[in-house]
């Protein structure tokens, strides 16, 4: 055994966050196209990029807000905000996903401090965030609570996921829940 | 005055509550609760203060709702409840609402009605598994009538919801049939 070994956690690179274009569409395959990645969320693997190219465009592009996580200007993941349908324009839920080769390293708790900055910023009458994550998965659900978060409760049964119903964790972070 | 129900309603027997559809010609029953003003500030909308707005109200949201159901005390409409379902990938739940009459409150009526609904909706909606109910956190006669039908409280949501302008807390409630 090497004694002489420091028992330190490796720093969070620095990540930025920008819009994608579409000379991202291999990055985004990094994620798009793993499995692991899309476990829990309800599309499947891409295996065209074509399919992702027009996933950029018609989704990613025109999205009110949509960014890249990016490590030296390279996308590893990415990460959105939805605002609610109809009047509840308070309220917008988060997504984000990140390249498997990337997780363990506090890379997608850095990318959810500084989106909800922005989105608190940048978004007009925004008051609450809010997440879900799936009982099975409970990385997401630290990564949440590690970026501030607080957990409201365990909605049953509440979104169809590859043919299976799932308990969500259902997570929200307020305007007056300052970084 | 009828004899026989004043009996009944002094004596708090229970009495048949039933559901139905709802059709114009009960414009005079349900304006009873859209004009109460003890009614409205527990929903979205505002008190209507004339019969031809609730008509109008009953034609274009009541009747074409997909699920929407009179409350009934021995025939006579004193409130309404509806089921609406999510879409998409959200077809497995669906959101449960209702309102009665002011002098109707505290008699278990809308629990009854509640628990008709539970009896039925699940097979009327095929695919549904998540029955869910989102109440003022200050709307504490609701909350009741909830857990006196079964429902479980998850949580609460905060700021949540616009209601009557201001951003509000949320309880949240479901039902699910295979567990509750």
Not at chain 1, 23 to 31: I, Y
Not at chain 1, 75 to 94: F, L, M, T, W, Y
Not at chain 1, 155 to 160: A, G, H, Q, S
């Amino acid at each position: 055994m090497n004694h002489d070994e420091k028992h330190q956690k490796p720093k969070t690179p620095t990540i930025t966050l920008r819009k994608f274009t579409l000379s991202d569409v291999d990055a985004f395959m990094s994620w798009a196209a793993d499995p692991r990645v899309t476990r829990f969320q309800r599309r499947d693997p891409y295996s065209d990029p074509a399919d992702a190219l027009a996933y950029i465009t018609t989704h990613i592009l025109p999205h009110p807000w949509y960014r890249a996580i990016c490590i030296d200007n390279t996308p590893v993941g990415s990460i959105s905000v939805k605002p609610a349908p109809g009047e509840d324009r308070h309220r917008a839920s988060i997504g984000y996903r990140l390249a498997y080769d990337y997780w363990g390293k506090g890379i997608a708790t850095e990318a959810l401090k500084l989106t909800i900055k922005a989105a608190f910023e940048e978004l007009d009458h925004l008051e609450r965030l809010e997440a879900i994550a799936d009982v099975d998965n409970p990385a997401s659900q630290r990564v949440l609570e590690k970026a501030g978060f607080k957990e409201e409760g365990i909605l049953r049964k509440y979104v169809r996921l590859k043919g299976e119903t799932r308990d969500m964790v259902m997570f929200s972070f307020l305007v007056s829940d300052a970084v | 005055m009828d004899e026989q129900t004043t009996v009944i309603n002094r004596s708090r027997q229970p009495l048949t509550v039933t559901l139905r559809e709802f059709e114009l010609t009960d414009v005079d029953d349900y304006f009873v609760w859209a004009s109460d003003d003890r009614v409205s500030p527990w929903w979205r909308w505002d008190t209507f203060t004339n019969k031809e707005d609730v008509l109008t109200f009953m034609e274009e949201t009541v009747l074409p709702h997909p699920w929407m159901r009179a409350i009934c005390l021995d025939g006579r409409p004193v409130g309404a409840i509806s089921v609406t379902r999510r879409t998409a990938e959200h077809q497995c739940r669906a959101e449960l609402g209702y309102v009665i009459a002011s002098q109707y409150w505290g008699r278990g009526i809308t629990t009854e009605a509640v628990k008709l609904v539970l009896g039925t909706i699940f097979g009327d909606m095929e695919g549904l598994e998540r029955l869910e109910a989102l109440v003022l956190v200050q709307n504490v006669g609701s909350q009741k009538v909830l857990e006196k039908a079964g429902f479980t409280k998850e949580g609460i949501l905060k700021k949540y919801l616009i209601h009557k302008g201001k951003i509000s807390d949320m309880v949240m409630y479901s039902f699910i049939p295979s567990e509750n």
